[in-house]
Structure formats: C-alpha cells, structure tokens
C-alpha cells in the first residue's frame, strides 16, 4: 500500500454542503490524508472544522496565500471547495508553487477563465483534476464499457436529466429556504449550469465518447429565487448524428436529485437512476428487458474488487461514488492514470457547451459549436 497522499482543503468548512463530503471521501480507501486547511474565512469556524477532523492549530488557516506559502511543500495536492466565482485566483496560486489542483466542479464561471487556467497547466505539465463525481458510481462505468463494445448498437438518442426541487421547495411557514448569495446572481453561464449542467454534459461525453456540434436552449424561471434562471432544457445534436435532449433545474417538485440518463441504440437501450445507483436497466433489439446489479456474470467492471467493499445487497452510493473518483485522483497523481481522472480539457468543453446553450437561449435560436 502507497503512503497516503497528503491534501490540503480550501474551503469546505463544516457548515458548507460539499466539505465533509470530500473529507470522507479522499479518506475512505486511505489514499489521502488531510494535512492543513483553510476552511474559512471566519476564524472561529475555520478552527472549528480543522479541530473536528483531526488538525493541530498550527495547520489551520484563514487566508489561502498564507496557507500556500507556509505549507505548499507539505502538500501532495489541493482540494479547492470555495464558490465557484472564487476558483480563478486560488487554482492558478496553487499552480504558481507547482501543486496539483483537485477542484470542486464548476471549475470556473466563465470559459476565458477555463481557457486561462487550462493554457497555464499545459505551460507548466502541472495537473489539474474536476471532481465530476457522479462518473464514480460502478454502474455508470459499467455501461460506459458496455457501450463501448457496442452491446447497444450505434448511439442514436440520449435523454439526461437532473431535476432538483431547491429553489421552489416551501417550509412549514410557506417560505422558500434562499441559497447562498453567489447562487443568486448569474454571470455568463447560468449558476444552475454551472451546478447541475456541468455535470450532465459530462456524463453524456463520459459515455458516449461524442462531441455535441451544436445546441438549441430554453431558460426559464418557475420558482421563487428572483433573477435566476432556475430550469434548463435543451437539445443537442453530436457526432455522429446522435441526439441528445437535455432537462435540469430547481424547480422540480418532488425531485430531491433525480438524476438520470437513457440511452438508446439500434440494438437496445440502457437506463440509470442515480435514486437506484445499484441497477441498470437494459433491454435489447428483441425487446428482452432485464435488470442488473453489480454482481451480474456478463458485467465487466462493476464486478472488480475495488467496487465490492461489501458484498451486494448492502448498496453503495453517494459517497462510495465520490471515493471511487478519489481513488482515481491519487492513482493519477501517482502516475498510475486509470482513464477516469477528468482534467481541466473536459471543464473547457463543458463551459464552453453551457456558454453556447446561453447564447441559444439569449436569442432564440441553435447555436453550433466550434470544433
């Protein structure tokens, strides 16, 4: 067994939605160690969450520039948990002392700020990885093997979708719980693209291994967060002439996460829900329907010990997923790619889809995409 690699986290206090995720995460399979954080700005809560797991005082900061001059030599790589519109400045000082940069999708807000960091890595051989954690979960990586012995034929349609019920969701009192500020202004890409899109088009590029060519889209705004567009649809046309018809948003009553992706072949179909990570459900060009799981004769990749931390009928899920994406991160880091490590040239394309969806819906009309 490696040594574990040593992490620092900015960001990810414990009152944040992502922070323990990752703590628990990076630390299930003993690839990492958490050596140093700045957790927060505020003091006190900062102190709080490095105290709670496990820091000794002087490994925990306030300030980032602080934290990267006094402990860039003791890190093997850096978690970046901040808001998104905070990225740009952290990501390219923790390139400034060399340090591998592991960042919370969106890896930025913008697509010149994706395009800048991306050319500054290449600069320096630097490495820099998005944690599109959903790709973690054994059966998405089982059907992408799947697909790509061509069990469903040639990929004809795609539907995806990721519906959340956050911003139209109402308490007791009939008020709408509002989300963090930088939530609620949107810039050039929508910040519910840059929550939920991003990791859609991802998962479609992840499967299918196609590039869309063009896109139509329609914004909208249902719930009660003012000024933000909330809902997003949009259709797609990839290499290949293959389809893809795109549904995400937060205004979805009844859908905590309701993540999902079909997939359609000239020899059969696939589907998987993220609410029931453990099935995939295939049918073929006979009409045959059946349900698999993990342990099923035929599966390729689900089946592998490193996804089997429990035998089956006691399911993984969300935070199994995550650390399967870690492990991959560390592997990678090690020099050891298991192909599923995703850099910054998959953020590019991703901002730069969702850029191009904004445009489309700004005027009404498709929008290609270059290539």
């Known amino acids: 067994m490696n040594r574990p690699l040593s992490l620092g986290f900015i960001g990810g206090g414990i009152n ?16 990492f160690e958490l050596v140093t954080g700045c957790f927060s700005r505020d003091k006190t809560l900062s102190k709080q969450t490095g105290l709670a797991w496990g820091l000794k005082d002087e490994a925990i900061y306030t300030n980032a520039a602080t934290l990267l001059e006094e402990q860039h030599a003791q890190m093997d ?18 390139l400034e002392y060399g340090l591998p940069v592991i960042s919370e999708k969106a890896m930025v807000a913008s697509v010149t700020d994706a395009r800048d960091i991306a050319q500054r890595v290449a600069d320096i051989n630097g490495q820099l990885y998005v944690t599109y954690n959903y790709t973690g979960y054994p059966m998405v990586r089982e059907l992408r093997e799947r697909l790509r012995r061509g069990e469903l034929g040639s990929i004809q349609h795609v539907m995806v979708e990721m519906p959340q019920e956050g911003f139209i969701r109402s308490r007791e009192d009939g008020s709408v719980a509002q989300p963090q500020e930088w939530r609620r202004v949107d810039g050039d890409i929508p910040t519910v693209s840059l929550d939920l899109g991003v990791h859609v088009h991802q998962l479609v590029e992840f499967l299918t291994d196609k590039r869309a060519e063009d896109v139509y889209a329609i914004n909208s705004t249902f719930a009660r967060v003012p000024n933000v567009v909330d809902t997003v649809n949009l259709v797609s046309r990839y290499d290949d002439d293959m ?4 549904w995400y948003g937060k205004a979805a009553l009844g859908y905590r ?3 999902r992706i079909r ?3 000239s020899e059969g179909s696939a589907e998987w829900l993220q609410m029931e990570p453990e099935y995939l459900h295939l049918a073929d060009v006979h009409g045959n329907i059946r349900l698999i799981d993990r342990t099923a004769g035929d599966n390729t990749v ?17 935070i199994e997923a995550f650390a399967n994406y870690y492990a991959d991160i560390a592997a990678s880091l090690r020099g050891e790619p298991t192909g599923y490590s995703l850099s910054c040239d998959t953020a590019v394309r991703g901002l730069e889809f969702l850029e191009k969806a904004q445009q ?12």
């Not at 389809?243 to 795109?246: E, K, T």
């Open 257 to 259: 996460n309701g993540l």
């Open 77 to 94: 790589a850096v978690v970046i948990l901040t808001p998104t519109p905070a990225h740009r400045e952290i990501i390219l000082a923790c």
């Open 243 to 246: 389809v893809c018809n795109y």
């Open 263 to 265: 997939i359609y072949g």
């Open 302 to 318: 689900a089946n592998q010990p490193r996804y089997c931390r429990f035998k089956a009928g006691h399911p993984a899920g969300f």
């Open 16 to 31: 944040s939605a992502i922070g323990l995720t990752h703590k628990i995460a990076s630390q299930m399979d003993g690839h």
């Open 360 to 371: 489309s819906a700004l005027t009404s009309a498709k929008v290609e995409l270059l290539r």
